[in-house]
């Protein structure tokens, strides 16, 4: 029998995909504690009500389907989630978590569970749009909750008019029904040909809007659901499909205005780094800052961009808006700087690093002050950049190592984030802990495979001991730590020649002569 | 892994090997010879990992709970002799090291005219500006002078932390607040030497 609880019918699916019970218990007793599993829960529980609902809508008032369509991507899409989580070392694994990851999940977690209030409220809509329309006795809807209420008495109602309804109704006569669908269909074939062609526009701009796809991919369904209709509820349907199909298509035009705008912006704020750069480069006092220009941009919405949901534009376009100011907070800089005095005497302790938005800000005012305040006694150096660094480098060294772990292998072109000027000083500096190899071919970082980095920690103590005391350690072969050494490097060889067994026997080997040392270095004397 | 080299100095009898075995229990205790003279000293030496990503200490049977890719740092602590005739042989251990720890007994004031000798003794090795901390130890015997004092009586503008090796109290906070300074001083140098490179270059 199948389970009842959404979550235990997931778990069930996921122990028929092959994943071993104590796997999904951990997934579980994770996500419990990442506080994920009540947000999944509720998301699960609420689009098995909506697949059910929607179903009794569609049959009682041909418009529903659309809807338990999109319950039933969003169960996928839910479900594909939980595969990825299980099927991810990263989330799996305590000592590889991702903090970034779950945050991530929690997010479309939050989006899905929105998207899914949303098809409840559309729901309502229908309901209540339909029962004015037909002018029933029946007070509108409040909430989601009355609407298998209201199917209920609508049911009744229907059957206690089809009598009626029969002998009334005028038969309309073959052919001019046929037309009629004919008609149907071909407008509804124009409506999605419309967001066919929004489509390919917003995949040529880099841009995937997730809701029209959907729509898209369920064409074929909606035209043979207008064959098999009848007559009778054809307007309908078709009135209720192509105000659907109407919103996308108007979401997926504002889409394609705030994506060219994003691109138009993105680009525009490239190039006049560039000119702000080469403006700053005449004064000196500035020549400090010049490392943060490359910052801007940063943490600007990337392309290709999977947009969800109306959430999710709106989102951008707030993001948009920013662009836009950062952009004229640029211009201003530029313009400020063209008027500045090469002389003139900057205060750059009110200088904001807050954000790109304040530093520009605090940069345009300072620039400002000292134009117009040209002659005035001397103002304050700036001598923050040593601290900076100091305090960036664990946020770059542990955005390196997440990169790392997410991918096994990057380039210098990743770390965008660190000012060119100082990305060899932070890769020197992981080399020297010892948790990168850098290939000198293609400038590309490995991490040391777990096992290997904690024997070399081991040697090294043992290194450092006969280093420090070796004088005075008479019993101690020196050779021997030697060769440990050096086998140790061969042992790093056959790992990256992939000659694992070699490797492993190696290892094992090697871990007994270092405790061998251990044990004569341990004894006191 | 990097490391930190340090150097514990002191009076004899200041709670320096209680120190070092506080922070790594299985330091080891060793002779060193004074050259063609029969006569040995003992020192102790100990060696420990700071995880300065989640500021924790581990002893170096340890290696097994850490996390390697957290930032490690390989911490070494050679005590010195404190008898007054081994001048000698600490200039030799503290030479090279990236910090000083000075362990003073604060029951003992009397004992700080020899701590301040021991201090001279590391400047005339040491660079100009070297981390350097005082500890003023014993804080658990009830004639012990509080930091304050210490620090008048020193005459120097050190910072003076108050510990008791014997218990352990405060030992581990000092220690790590002490590694961070060292680690500033260690990273600041090497972005100096960078920067320096860099306009040569």
Known sequence: MEPENPWEALRASLLEAGYSLDKIDKLESLMKKDELLPLLEKILEKVRKLGEISSEVEKEIGSGEDISNRASLLSQSVKGIVISLIGDPAYMRPFLRDRGKVKEVRRILEVTLEEASSLERELVTRVNAYIREKGLDIEELRS??????????LRILKRSEVHKEAQEQKVEPKEEQRKLKEEAIASLNEAFEKLRSIEEELDLMGVRYERLSHYLELRERFIEKFQEVEEGILRKYLKNITSRLAEVENDSRKLIQISQKLIDLKASIEEMKGDLLERMEGIAELGRFKEIIPYIGLDFPRIPLLIRSRIHIESLRREV?????????????????????????LDLSKLSLDSTESFLESLNNCLRASRLSYGMPETIGYTGMMSEILELYPKWREKIISLLRERGEISLQDLKFIPGSWRPWVLRNLADEGIVVINEDKVAMRIIPEDMRKLEMEIEVIEDMVSDLGVMLPNLDETSVKRIREDFERAKSLFMMGRVSEYRELISELRSRVNEVKMQLGVKR | MRKISLAIIGPHQAGKSTFIRKLDPSAVRMDYEKGTLSTTVGFDYGIIFWDATKNELYPKESIENLDPFNEIWKVTLTGTPGQIAFSYVRKALVKGKDGIIMIVDSAQPVQLVYALGQYQEAREVLPPGFPFLVLANKQDLPDAKPPDVIKGLLGMDAEVIPIS???????????????KVVRADIMSRSIQSYAEAKVRA
């Open chain 1, 144 to 153: 989601y909750e009355e609407i298998p209420a209201a199917l209920s008495f």
């Open chain 1, 321 to 345: 808006e920013r662009l836009n100011k950062i952009s004229s907070l640029i211009k201003s800089v530029i313009d400020e700087l063209e008027y500045m005095p090469k002389d003139a005497k």
């Open chain 2, 165 to 179: 090796a014997l218990r352990g109290d405060g030992v581990e906070e000092a220690f790590i607040h002490f590694l």
